[in-house]
């Protein structure tokens, strides 16, 4: 009896304890985060892909939504559109640049100062936001020898700058972090380590992986629009959203090489079918191509000089297979491309350029296929013919008479009617000198 009572004591006392642990386990259970990965440059998909993982967060009531960064920059429409939406979102958004060796260079700047929770993995950097300038239109040149061109210039370079400064540093006021360091980040292109960035107050903690970032912002308190939220990340459930489809094939059509390289095996594509009608295939391939590429300058911001300086090569390229101009035509349309390839991207409106090897490699490879056809152009008008009546001349054959002044000689399996300025013995070899009309063939005795 003492027995069963004491059991009975004993688990009484531990009830609370296993009540409590389980209600912590279904508590935890519950928890859960949205985490999307950014790798690569800021544009409209980007822009797509958030809202996404915003609107999902929403959807499954998570505590947050981790977006894990890297980034070289992006378009600068693109960035504000990121930013007012991170601002606004009603979901807690943490901005992590991860992992070791990634930056947040220039547009990821303002991304990551706009989140909730600022985190660093170690070995990663911030900073450069300074926007790229370059002269609204016109020839360099022209501008040098021109002051009023000069100072509508600087005025145009001055206002951009003065809206990336303010606007970073409404950001940071916003956020409460170091507003002198941002604009720092925009005028003098100041890029710090993490390590710096969380000594300064740029960012709000450096941790090594996801569960140590869970764990480290568990409990902190975030201000959202419609007012303030404790976060209960420790032990929560992670659910990764991917890119879709579309937004993708949009982030892939948004990188400049890309871009560029369709542009680039488009023209190459329709020259070949000029220079060859009726191989179908490159003409095809090269419209489907260039569609593309006019898909990409729908979504970025280009250059139209440069734009006008890849039309101008295409056309030289093309006009080189009509016109005899020695190559001048073709060497033309080669620096009129690797000048609008430098050129087409190069705006304030995005920091991101099409690669200098890219330009080099598609110069080099349009120039050699040109050389492969100027070679076979030269060789194919300087071989004699091979087929009628020219493909007679310099071809042996026999004598089937004695050719005094006229005879019959035998040729590519057939009978000739030839004359000859010597005499030439039946069964003698001979060799065609000239075709001449009336189906006759003038010969020469041919010794081997």
């Known amino acids: 009896m003492r ?91 943490v901005v992590y640049v991860y992992p070791s060796g990634a930056t947040a ?21 911030i900073g450069a936001a300074h926007p790229v300038f370059i002269s609204p239109g016109g020839n360099q040149q022209e501008e040098t020898n021109d002051e009023k061109q000069n100072s509508e210039k600087e005025k145009f370079n001055e206002k951009v700058e003065n809206f990336a400064s303010s606007f970073i540093e409404s950001i940071a006021e916003k956020r409460k972090r170091n507003t002198k360091w941002a604009i720092e980040a925009v005028r003098n292109s100041a890029s710090i380590t993490s390590t710096e960035a969380l000594k300064i107050k740029v960012i709000d903690l450096i941790t090594p ?18 007012g303030k939220k404790v976060l209960k990340t ?17 982030d892939t059509l948004s990188v400049p090489d890309i871009a560029f390289l369709l542009i680039s095996l488009g023209s190459l594509g329709l020259i070949l079918e000029f220079y060859n009608p009726g191989l179908i295939f490159p003409g095809v391939a090269g419209a489907i191509c260039l569609l593309l590429g006019m898909v990409s300058l729908q979504i970025l911001s280009f250059n139209y000089a440069g734009l006008a300086l890849l039309v101008l090569s295409i056309l030289l390229l093309i006009l080189e297979i009509y ?21 087409l991207f190069d705006t304030p409106q995005s ?19 040109f050389l492969f056809i ?13 087929v009628g009546f020219e493909g007679l001349m310099g071809e ?40 001449k009309s009336g189906f006759k063939l003038k010969v020469k005795r041919f010794e081997s």
Do not use: C
């Open 3 to 93: 027995r069963k009572r004491f059991l009975f004591l004993l688990a009484f006392a531990f009830l609370p304890g296993i009540v409590v642990s389980h209600a912590d386990t279904d508590n935890s259970a519950d928890k859960k985060v949205v985490l999307i990965e950014i790798h690569g440059t800021i544009n409209p998909a980007t822009f797509d892909y958030i809202r996404a993982g915003i609107d999902k967060a929403k959807e499954n009531s998570v505590e947050a939504l981790i977006i894990l960064l890297d980034t070289p920059g992006g378009l600068l429409s693109s960035t504000k559109e990121i930013v007012q939406l991170i601002l606004n979102s009603d979901i807690p958004i």
């Open 105 to 125: 260079t220039s547009a990821g700047v303002f991304i990551t100062l706009s989140a909730n929770i600022a985190a660093m993995a170690p070995g990663t950097s």
């Open 209 to 226: 992986g996801i569960t140590e970032l869970l764990n480290e912002i568990d409990g902190r308190v975030v201000e959202l629009p419609d």
């Open 234 to 250: 420790r032990g929560a459930i992670v659910e990764r959203l991917d890119m879709n489809f579309k937004q993708k094939l949009i």
């Open 323 to 343: 016109v005899t101009s020695f190559g001048i035509l073709g060497v033309g349309g080669i620096i009129s491309f690797i000048f609008g390839a430098l050129l």
């Open 351 to 369: 920091d991101v350029r099409v690669g200098f090897d890219v330009v080099i490699a598609a110069a080099l490879a349009i120039g050699l296929f």
């Open 374 to 386: 100027g070679y076979y152009l030269v060789k194919a008008q300087r071989s004699r013919g091979s």
């Open 396 to 435: 042996e054959g026999v004598a089937v008479t004695s050719i005094e002044n006229r005879g019959k000689i035998f040729i590519h399996g057939e009978y000739w009617d030839a004359e000859s300025d010597e005499k030439i013995n039946q069964g003698d070899k001979i060799k065609v000198v000239e075709v």
